[in-house]
């Protein structure tokens, strides 16, 4: 199985400051054929489903606000909340599509400093 | 609009069957992909199991086969997840989950299924 670890576990951040999470993988999950990195990334709000925010690594989900962009190849990626609003208080997990099982990283708890 | 919505609160017993279902709207069942994915108490998610209810295909995580049976019923749109034997470790929050059309991460999402095992 690929293996897909956060870090870091939590983090507090102020209002309005930048917020990183970073998520590896144990190995590349860019595929070559079409040059796309299979890694998706989900917000998940205190007794809430998770909720797609990113896929293909950096395409934004129709509807999530702009402050959140994704980045990164083949093992190592990043997402970031560019100015963070209270309404960002959740867990992130990111998530592998390149080869079943299509394992999640641990998650990363984001909070208000 | 698309919408999974899941079956209620199970409150079960070790050793216990039991089946779980997600019934889906506002796109072509058929024609996608739906899973599960486990949370347990205060943990991450785990990716368990999809089926293609075109053909009824499946995936499972190997930490999951044997223990669990996922399968769909395209005349009803929707999905179950089902156990024949409950163990103490099986109480955790399921959530169905379906693909979207451009690749095989979930963009649509149930509300969950809370699973718990008694003494």
């Known amino acids: 199985d690929i293996v897909m670890t956060q870090s870091p576990d939590s983090l507090a951040v102020s209002l309005g400051e930048r917020a990183t999470i970073n998520c590896k993988s144990s190995?590349?999950?860019?595929?070559?054929?079409?040059?796309?990195?299979?890694l998706a990334w989900y917000q998940q709000k205190a007794g809430q489903p998770p909720k797609l925010l990113i896929y293909w690594a950096s395409t934004r989900e129709s509807g999530v606000p702009g402050r959140f962009s994704g980045s990164g190849s083949e093992t190592d990626f990043t997402l970031t909340i560019s100015s963070l609003q209270a309404e960002d208080v959740a867990v992130y997990h990111c998530?592998?599509?390149?080869?079943?099982?299509?394992?999640f990283g641990q998650g990363t708890k984001v909070e208000i400093k | 609009e698309v919408q999974l919505v899941q079956s209620g609160t199970e409150l079960k017993k070790s050793g216990e069957s039991l089946k779980i279902s997600c019934k889906a709207s506002?796109?072509?069942?058929?024609?996608?992909?739906i899973g599960w994915v486990r949370q347990m108490p205060g943990q991450g998610l785990e990716w368990m199991a999809v089926?293609?209810?075109?053909?009824?295909?499946?995936r499972y995580n190997p930490s999951f086969r044997g223990h669990v049976t996922v399968s769909a019923d395209k005349t009803v749109s929707t999905a179950y997840l089902q156990w024949d034997s409950l163990e103490a470790s099986d109480t955790a929050m399921y959530y169905c989950a379906a693909f979207g059309p451009d690749g095989a991460f979930f963009k649509y999402w149930g509300q969950g299924t809370l699973v718990t095992l008694s003494s």
């Open positions: 190995q590349s999950i860019l595929y070559s054929s079409n040059n796309k990195n299979y």
């Open positions: 506002g796109y072509s069942f058929t024609n996608r992909w």
């Open positions: 089926v293609y209810p075109g053909d009824s295909s499946t």
């Open positions: 998530q592998q599509y390149y080869r079943p099982p299509y394992t």
